[in-house]
């Protein structure tokens, strides 16, 4: 049914203003009598001077059902007139329309901003963690840097009072704190977790630019100003880990890794093919000179046995690599996927995938089973899980490899940081040539 089918009747005592009713449509006026009503449709009238013509233009207001009525269509048509007549041309309740949104518009975008320069670094934080755990596979250690050290300083400042003299504030208090929650080891923070407490802070910053303030307004960033992080200058760590694993310390590892007792496992657990799990991740690592990680999410799909090929994917510089597996290290391989041939990923703990940070309790309870770590204060004299990885590179540097062939398996961006296993390699020849 058309428009011109319906019958306009004008409103008493209301000039320019008419209506028409919808055939099927009704609406309450009064919700407390419930009475019913067919729906109105409200329009103006009113004439426009144009170019020295006279025309008559009429514009739908809207239903009553909307919340229209002949005195709000009488309101909007005296508007539309007095702009008329203040602009000297043509007026329309459509660019009304038009000009009251944008107004609103830029109205919100106003109000955003204003809670934008408002904003603490507690709600950047809660921000950047949704933004993390969506893009970052180590957001878990961007957010335990955040929990105990970012957030307890800097939580209760809005980011705009965040200055590079604050951030200096907070270096100098994380050079105070205690590393370990016995409060009897007064274990300082290390330099290089001071460092990266400054680089999660500086990225909450930089990430703040493409992170929406609210998911609703996707256009109005987290953080529009500058990055007080980058003035601060990172202290250089000058110290590197440099004890790497004899041939003996490798097999005794190995051997306790399959000591139940040593590995304190639950008792349901307490099978050979659990403790194996363990073994099998240090031996790949030390075959192979994957970090923790990549060993523990490698699965099947990424594994061509056939071909000598495993390909880690999702490392810690962004890249994939691929590796390749000696002798112990692909009998290994062999025996899991008889073993796990319908499983997804290759080391399994528990008949779940195995944790990073289960693995690392583990590995450090064999050290100290051994002892390999007794007289030594400084986390960077200590074997960990990483001095696995170191092990591989300088052997492999031992046994003649070129330097540019390791830089592509350890998955370096700079040959800079693969050259420091040259210099393991020397200090681990001269040591055996004093024995």
Sequence with gaps: MTEKKFKWHSVPGVIGVRYREHPDRTFSPNQSKRTKKPDQYFSIRYKIHDNGITKLREEGVG????????ARAAELRALILQKADELGRPYSLAEYRARHEENLKEHQAQSILMQQRSCTFEHACRRYLIWAKANKKSWENDE???RLHLRPFLGHYRMVDITPTLIEALRAHLKTKIA???PTAR???SVSTINHCIFVASKIFTQGRLIPFRDDMPEIPLWSGGNPCQEIKLQKSTAERWRILTSDQESEILRCALDLRVLQVRKRYRTINHAMAFHDVILFSLHTGARLDEACSL???FVDLEANRIRLVDTKNGTDRTVFADGPCMDMLLRRQVHDEKEDF???DS???MNDERMTKVFTRIIRHLGYNDGYTRDEDKIVFHSLRHTYATRQILAGMNILVLKKLLGHKSLQTTERYVHLAEEFLASRALR
């Design 63 to 70: 239903w009553a059902s909307e919340g229209f009525s002949a």
């Design 144 to 146: 335990t840097i955040i």
């Design 180 to 182: 370990s929650n016995n």
């Design 187 to 189: 274990k300082a923070l």
């Design 299 to 301: 699965a099947w799909k």
């Design 346 to 348: 290759v080391f399994w």
């Design 351 to 353: 008949n779940r995938p």
